[in-house]
């Protein structure tokens, strides 16, 4: 069975999605909370 390029992509990020949220949430719990809050607004 041979996939493309977006069947392989959303593989790969389905390995490494669970991974990646684990990084990031420690990164984020290590931070100010007046920066964390600047941070959410700024995506709004």
Do not use: C, H
């Amino acid at each position: 069975m041979s996939l493309n390029i977006q069947g392989i992509v959303s593989s790969i990020n389905e390995q490494l999605a669970p991974q990646f949220e684990e990084k990031l949430r420690s990164y984020l719990i290590q931070q100010d909370r007046e920066w964390l809050i600047d941070q959410i607004v700024r995506l709004t």
